[in-house]
């Protein structure tokens, strides 16, 4: 195996709805990483973007996003329709076979130019589930109600976890869901998709995130204190919901076990956490321990949902505790599909 | 047998609120406004027309100057259509074409009509065939076809390098 690590990260700026085209998004983000690494547009020797035709609603939406990266004389590209942090495992690939040493790899989306919660609904099995048009939360909320039932999950945890998240997104200047509240002032919320209250569900951002990751003979060139990936596993569970036991999620623990998290003691972990409930599933299936391990300091993507750009900010945000040196040991992690279905885990070390 | 297939029919919808991001706007208001603005790029000083978002992809920064084009333009390559097809509008055979309008660097499509496909060839000047102002809205559209305006053909020179 080559040696590679992330070197830098950059996220747009998240906002609520953005006029800009999704391609006038990416431009200046692309921009700022290549300065953040030092590094010129003929550095990078693969490009690897995620997001979704869906939410756009244009169909090759993402062949449009090439035009962002400058592509002459030709560049070698590839595009994944999922969150950017698989393309991130697949520039990671990539790098192992030799063909590529230095990778840009971004994810983008613009969940304000369509309904997210009908959008999502497309992902599910197109026979059975799909035509009744169930609403993505409502989804996770069979899914919370599942592992409360279960005894896995309480809604106390779950307030915890949001009112945790919330402080941590008063020192991130880019979220967009603002103002502590304890857990109790939480709990007297009403619920809006029982057991589901407003603030479980995710800030929707329209955002792009950006990662450069590169082998061993450049990395310290980019960084000070590269992020260096020793572990990287993506699963995936059943479409069928009916298959699952929703109150954890196999997939993760997989992952999670491939990646070779629990060999040492976690730092931080950035969790791909988008509603409350998951971060109590995902820490249990993946075997982390949340009194010890730092949780989502950024926030995470409860406070700010770029969809198609929130589980590579995870990877950005973990990675980011290792450059500060704030962590020697990370975990990354992304999520897709309904009710934790897919599932992509990463540790990252700084030594 | 075929009594024994279940079908289903599950139709899908989703609005969605579309916007075109700054980069195009100034061309869509030119557009409604009878003029046909593109616009420069910073780096390699390419006029792009249409915009493209706002991005050159050749050097993947941000467009910038606004500059107006045409409305004549020559025609670099063309393709005559003799097939019908479903939902087909126009009487075949007529000619669709890559366009270079004057000013630009980047070639546009439009249809060809007000003479035979036969005559229509590589070089030929043409001038855009608008619809009525009162149905101008910030579309291309505004356009109803181009025409040949009747000067001497471009020398190949001219458009070589937009093939």
């Not at chain 1, 962002?68 to 790098?95: F, Q, R, T």
């Not at chain 1, 989306?109 to 939360?137: C, E, H, I």
């Not at chain 2, 599950?10 to 869509?28: E, L, Q």
């Not at chain 2, 070089?123 to 305006?149: A, F, H």
């Amino acid at each position: 195996m080559r040696d590679v690590a992330i070197v830098a990260y950059i996220e747009g700026q998240n906002t609520s709805a953005t006029t800009l085209s999704p391609v006038e998004m990416i431009v200046p983000v692309v921009h700022e990483i290549l300065n953040r690494a030092n590094v010129q547009r003929s550095d990078i020797d693969f490009w690897c973007h995620g997001s979704c035709d869906y939410m756009t609603g244009q169909p090759f939406s993402f062949v449009s996003a090439v035009d962002a990266l400058g592509a002459w004389p030709p560049i070698m590209e590839s595009h994944v329709e999922m969150d950017g942090a698989w393309a991130l495992y697949e520039a990671w690939v990539k790098i192992q076979t030799g063909e590529a040493n230095t990778a840009l790899v971004f994810g983008n989306g613009k969940s304000s130019a369509g309904d997210m919660n009908r959008a999502l609904t497309l992902q599910l099995d197109p026979y059975v589930v799909a035509p009744l048009w169930p609403g993505f939360r409502s989804l996770e909320a069979m899914g919370a109600r599942a592992a409360i039932d279960a005894g896995t999950v309480t809604e106390r945890q779950m307030a915890d976890v949001v009112s945790r998240s919330l402080r941590d997104a008063a020192d991130n200047p880019n979220v967009l869901a603002y103002g502590y509240r304890d857990a109790d002032e939480l709990l007297d919320e009403p619920m809006t998709a029982n057991p589901l209250r407003a603030h479980d569900c995710p800030a929707m951002a329209d955002g792009v995130a950006a990662i450069i990751m590169t082998t061993a003979d450049r990395a310290l060139e980019m960084c000070d204190r590269p992020a260096w990936i020793r572990g990287i596993d993506h699963r995936i569970d059943f479409q069928n919901l009916g298959l699952r036991d929703l109150s954890r999620s196999n997939s993760a623990a997989l992952a999670s076990f491939h990646a070779g998290v629990t060999k040492d003691k976690v730092d931080v972990a950035e969790l791909h956490a988008t509603y409350s409930h998951h971060e109590i599933i995902l820490a249990q299936s993946m075997g982390i321990d949340r009194s010890t391990t730092r949780m989502m300091p950024s926030g995470g993507a409860l406070v700010a949902n770029p969809l198609m750009a929130a589980g590579l900010a995870r990877f950005g945000q973990a990675a980011r505790q290792i450059f500060k040196g704030d962590a020697d040991r990370a975990v990354a992690h992304a999520a897709q599909g309904a009710c934790l279905q897919q599932n992509i885990v990463a540790v990252l070390e700084g030594n | 047998m075929a009594d024994d297939i279940l079908r289903i029919r599950t139709p899908i919808g989703i609005d969605y609120t579309w916007s075109s991001g700054p980069g195009s706007v100034v061309y869509m208001r030119g557009l409604e406004n009878g003029k046909l603005i593109g616009r420069r790029c910073p780096d390699c000083e390419l006029v792009y027309f249409p915009p493209r978002n706002g991005i050159c992809p050749r050097c993947g920064v941000l467009l910038a100057a606004e500059v107006e084009v045409g409305p004549r333009g020559t025609i670099t390559t063309f393709c005559v259509v003799n097939v019908p097809f479903l939902g087909q509008t126009i009487k075949i055979p007529y000619v669709a074409a890559t366009i270079l309008l004057d000013g630009a660097d980047i070639g546009m499509q439009h249809l060809i009509q007000e003479c035979e496909a036969a005559d229509v060839r590589m070089g030929m000047r043409v001038e855009p065939v608008w619809k009525d102002k009162s149905e101008w809205t910030p579309s291309l559209e505004n356009i109803l076809y181009y025409k040949p305006t009747g000067e001497p053909d471009a020398d190949f020179d001219v458009y070589a390098r937009h093939l």
